[in-house]
Structure formats: C-alpha cells, structure tokens
C-alpha cells in the first residue's frame, strides 16, 4: 500500500526535529526498521507485537513488519495561498499526501523567537492551527470558485445530472469555505463522498495534530494548557491528537531497543511517541494488517479497510489476484486461543473464504490461487 503522511507546521514548532526522529530511529536494525528513501521522504516500521507471538508459534526464521512512509513538507508562512515563501511548493506537495500530520508547538522556551499574538503571547497553538488551517481554506476556496462558475452553467439546465449533483456538493463547500472553516468539518453521503474526492481539496484530507511538548512534560500530557486547547479545537474537526517531546524522540532514536525502553518507563511512558503517531496515522488512513505465518517467513501486510480477499491476495503478488481461488484464514485471536494451527483446524475454526469475504485486522491468510 503506498499511502503517505505529510507532515506540516510553522517554523519553530519541533516539525524537522520529530522527522530527523523518524528518518533516524533504527538505523542500525537489519530489516529496514526506519530509512530514509528521497531527501524529504521517511519510511517507518510499524511494531506489531502479534509477529512476535506468530515467530514462536511457528519456529520462524524470518519476521518481516509493515511500513509507514512520511513526507517532510516545506515550510509554511502566511500568504502561502499566494505563493509566499515556498508556499506553492507546500500546497503542492500536501495535494501529494492522504493525509496531514500538523505538528504544533505546545511548550514554552524563551531561546526560540516568535512572532507576539495579538493578546502578547509568544506561545499560541490555536493560532498556529489557524494560521495553516486558512492558506489551506484560502487555496480550496480559490479552486472552488474556479469550478463552481463552470459547472454551474451546466448545471441551469438541470439536463446533466452528474453536474447538478456536482454543483449541489459545491455550494455546500463554498459556503463553508466561506466561513473559514475546513472541509473535513462537513458530513457527505456516499455519492458526495465520491464528488468531493475528485475535487483534490486540501482542507478535504484527514489530520492528526502532534502536540510537540516539553522533555519536562511529556509523561504528564493532562496537566499542559496547550495540549488542552489542541485537543478541544480537534474535537470539532473530529481529529485526533498525539502528544510527543519530539526532542526526546530525537535523543533516543539511535539507543538500543532495550535502553529506550527502559528511558521511556523512566518519564512514565510505555512507548515511544513515533510508534504511537505512527499507528495513529496508519489508522486515521484507514489502514489495516493482515498476516501470512510459517516456517520460513511471518509477515505484516497493509491493506485499505473493506478490502476483499483477492485485492488482498494481489498485495503480495499479481498472480494471486488474478488466479484467486480462496483465502484459507485463521483469526489471530482464535489462533493464540488454541495455541496452534492444527487446534484451530480440529475447532472448526480454520475458514476457507472466497472472492467476496471482506478482510479483518488480524486475519492470518493463506491464499490459493490458479494462473
């Protein structure tokens, strides 16, 4: 699956310290834990314990985890919709991503110079959001109106009905747009949904805000004012918020996995804050992992959510898809309750499914095919 997360914020907020995070944690592992693929791109694993559990079931020589890629956008300034500062190459390459990783400053340090907001603060995370938030809506809003006059002429005749449906879903966006707000904030139906895709909307594309916090404050998120006010305006976009010191993701990237660990439960946390933004980001994808399991290999694979299982298949070879006869599955869940393949087999728990089965997290599939 070869979907990727950008990841964006004003200057100052601890956006390239959390990527130089990413880009370098792992680097010595041997299976491509974390690498650097372009100047600007990261691929991450992502930890999943259940391999771990699979390796020993099956005596596996080989584990093989499922990866992430994040893309380091260029900076933003105001005026950015109009091509300030490199702000036609971020708008550019946000279009490219599925979706946003916004990270906002939420600590306070007098070395770091920023610009007053207008009530004297030099720490003001809701007007770092906005800041973004309105090139974001300024730039769809252009693109809208763009649209918006040709479609419309199409659509008085009301003889075209995939204009009019167009036209419709555009007023409802230009409106909102309009207000100043995003168009993630707006609930469409299925056939909107598809309209709306089609549109390439920056405001469209799913966010996760990372609160970058302070070493001092990481272990005890609930008590910092500013993770409050990020959480309270992500509440209205339906978003979530993952809180990381993203300096001390950067300090522990290159400690064995044993010494972070034991950092990490030094501060009171039980993992690391890229493993958590990393799941939270290959989830607010829609993403899922399915698993093939045996002597030679276990392995974690991606799959998009309502998948069936011959696109399945075809993720790990062509042929599968093409020749797909059935998917033999077995749920993880049902394999630790039995302890082994042969248990679940005897329970009447092994399935054999076909070309309509949708695919589960946590599926362990076997797929027989025919070309």
Same mark, same amino acid.
């Given at each position: ?5 950008? &990841?964006?914020?004003?200057? =100052? ?6 990527? $130089? #995070? ?25 930890p ?25 956008? #260029? ?17 550019? $390459?946000?279009?490219e ?13 007098e ?8 009530? /004297? ?11 973004? $938030? ?12 763009k ?17 009019v449906?167009?036209? =419709? ?8 747009l ?6 993630r ?15 390439? @909307?920056?405001?469209?594309?799913p ?30 976009? $339906? ?51 399915? @698993? ?13 959510? /309502? ?35 042969? #248990?679940?087999?005897?329970? /009447? ?6 070309k ?5 997290? /946590?599926? &362990? ?7």
């Amino acid at each position: 699956m070869s979907l990727t997360a950008g &990841i964006i914020g004003l200057p =100052n907020v601890g956006k390239s310290t959390l990527f $130089n #995070a990413i880009t370098r944690a792992g680097a010595e592992a041997a299976n491509y834990p974390f690498a650097t693929i372009d100047p600007n791109v990261g691929v991450v694993e992502l930890p999943d314990s259940r391999l771990d559990i699979l390796a020993k079931i099956y005596n596996t020589k080989k584990v093989v985890h499922t990866t992430f890629e994040f893309t380091d956008i #260029a900076g933003i300034v105001k005026g950015a919709s109009k091509g300030e500062g490199l702000g036609n190459k971020f708008l550019a $390459n946000i279009r490219e991503v599925d979706a946003i990783i916004h990270v906002v400053r939420a600590f306070d340090d007098e070395s770091v110079m920023r610009e007053q907001n207008h009530e /004297g603060a030099f720490v003001d995370p809701i007007s770092d959001i906005e800041t973004i $938030n309105f090139e974001l809506i300024l730039a769809d809003l252009e693109s809208v109106n763009k649209r918006y006059e040709r479609v419309a002429k199409i659509a008085k005749t009301k003889t075209d009905k995939v204009a009019v449906a167009e036209f =419709n879903v555009l007023q409802k966006i230009k409106s909102v747009l309009e207000e100043g707000k995003s168009v993630r904030t707006i609930s469409f139906d299925e056939e909107e949904k598809k309209i709306v895709k089609g549109l390439f @909307l920056l405001s469209s594309k799913p966010v996760l805000y990372v609160a970058n916090v302070s070493e001092d404050e990481v272990g005890v998120p609930a008590s910092i004012e500013y993770v409050k006010q990020i959480c309270d305006f992500a509440t209205t976009e $339906n978003s979530e918020v993952v809180v990381i010191s993203a300096k001390i993701e950067e300090e522990i990237a290159d400690l064995a996995e044993e010494d972070k660990k034991e950092f990490l439960e030094s501060i009171g946390l039980e993992k690391s804050g890229i493993d958590e933004l990393t799941h939270a980001a290959y989830h607010l994808l829609g993403l899922s992992t399915f @698993l093939t399991a045996g002597e030679k290999e276990c392995r974690a694979w991606t799959f998009k959510q /309502g998948m069936k299982a011959p696109q399945m298949a075809g993720i790990i070879h062509t042929d599968f898809e093409r020749g797909f006869i059935r998917a033999v599955t077995i749920s993880f869940d049902d394999l630790i309750k039995y302890g082994s393949e042969k #248990a679940v087999r005897e329970a /009447g728990r092994l399935r054999e499914e076909g070309k309509d089965y949708v695919g589960q997290d /946590g599926d &362990i599939m076997e797929f027989r095919f025919n070309v």
